[in-house]
């Protein structure tokens, strides 16, 4: 069972960048399926990005499409998030999650699809 910390979130001006980190322990973390969901104040938690095994495959909600970059590093047994080009609607909490490939079933933009999930960390806007 794989737990999630991520870390790098913080407060940013319009147009600034921030890189969120999601650090893994407890399993073979190049198993998983990665993804990040965000959930602002109020609303349902939705997908941001997601990477597949050996970052083959890389998915992208639109609304971050061009400004937000997923990249995994097995090594270090982290995902990231590059946030470029921040606007005020991208301030939520954002989370990592895993899904053991065996189990994925292709459904990357449902947050039901993975089964582990961090804390979470804040990130907001201003403009």
């Known amino acids: 069972q794989v737990q999630l910390v991520e870390s790098g979130g913080g407060l940013a001006q319009a147009g600034a960048s921030l890189r969120l980190s999601c650090a893994a322990s407890?399993?073979?973390?190049?198993?998983?399926?990665m993804g990040w969901f965000r959930q602002a104040p109020g609303k349902e938690r939705e997908f941001v990005a997601v990477i597949s095994l050996i970052s083959d495959t890389t998915n992208y909600a639109d609304s971050v499409k061009g400004r937000f970059t997923v990249s995994r590093d097995d090594a270090k047994n982290t995902v990231y998030l590059q946030m470029n080009s921040l606007k005020p609607e991208d301030t939520a909490v954002y989370y990592c999650?895993?899904?053991?490939?065996?189990?994925?079933?292709?459904?990357?933009?449902?947050?039901?699809?993975?089964?582990?999930w961090g804390q979470g960390t804040q990130v907001t806007v201003s403009s």
């Open positions: 999650a895993a899904e053991p490939a065996t189990r994925y079933s292709g459904r990357y933009s449902d947050k039901y699809e993975y089964d582990y």
């Open positions: 407890g399993g073979t973390f190049s198993t998983y399926i």
